[in-house]
């Protein structure tokens, strides 16, 4: 079992929807971030969480340190949304440099 | 400045080639990292270097050589490699290695050895 999971794996969605992906983890950590990965490949960091709630434009992340559970919302989806999510985890206790990925979450948004 | 550069966007080397990927922020970050990324798969680590040291590598085979000469740039040399070591290649930066700093990547060089 992976340590981080991410769900759904795929997601379909029309424009305008509102979106949530998850993120579970198993370990103790110091942060989570979200990241976005557009096909072709550079990665942009979202977020960086480690208690509460963070808004940017029409994305907001969310986290429940007790849960051990995160979630990423997209409000008006465009299909410019359209990429891999990614959630990855700082573990508590290991090497403060490593980051534990998530399989990612790939979102298509259709007009 | 807010950027990771990586050049080039795309090789293709043959498995006698020597070639180098090559990776640039003037952000001042001291932690600069390596990773590799297989279709459909997330990143995974290979190097790490804090304040221009290695100070992880996650068991990298030799043929990959990775350089920091200084606190801006990274390289990864590349020699004999196999076609399995096809794969993106993201380079990243944060402030420092330690707890809560963010990373910000560059947009990958796409590896193809023939």
């Known amino acids: 079992k992976n340590e981080v999971e991410q769900s759904p794996q795929n997601l379909t969605a029309q424009e305008g929807e509102f979106i949530t992906i998850n993120c579970s983890y198993s370990v103790g950590i110091s942060a989570l971030h979200w990241l976005q990965q557009h096909p072709g490949g550079g990665i942009v960091s979202l977020f960086m969480l480690s208690s509460g709630k963070k808004k940017h434009g029409r994305l907001i992340a969310t986290i429940n340190i007790q849960e051990k559970h995160s979630s990423l919302h997209i409000t008006a989806s465009h299909p410019r949304d359209s990429a891999v999510y990614i959630c990855a985890v700082r573990q508590l206790g290991g090497t403060a440099s490593k980051l534990t990925f998530g399989t990612g979450t790939r979102l298509q948004v259709t007009l | 400045d807010t950027e990771v550069t990586q050049t080039p966007k795309h090789l293709v080397m043959g498995m006698t080639n020597k070639k180098s990927l090559k990776c640039e922020q003037h952000?001042?970050?001291?932690?600069m990292y390596w990773y590799k990324q297989k279709a459909k798969k997330p990143p995974e680590l290979m190097f790490v270097y804090s304040y221009e040291k290695l100070s992880i590598n996650e068991s990298v085979p030799s043929r990959f050589s990775p350089e920091c000469p200084n606190s801006s740039l990274l390289n990864l040399h590349l020699h004999a490699l196999q076609p399995e070591d096809s794969a993106l290649y993201l380079c990243?930066?944060?402030?420092?290695?330690?707890?809560?700093?963010?990373?910000?990547f560059g947009q990958g060089t796409r590896l193809t050895v023939v």
């Open positions: 990243a930066s944060s402030l420092s290695g330690g707890l809560n700093t963010e990373a910000f």
């Open positions: 952000m001042g970050h001291r932690a």
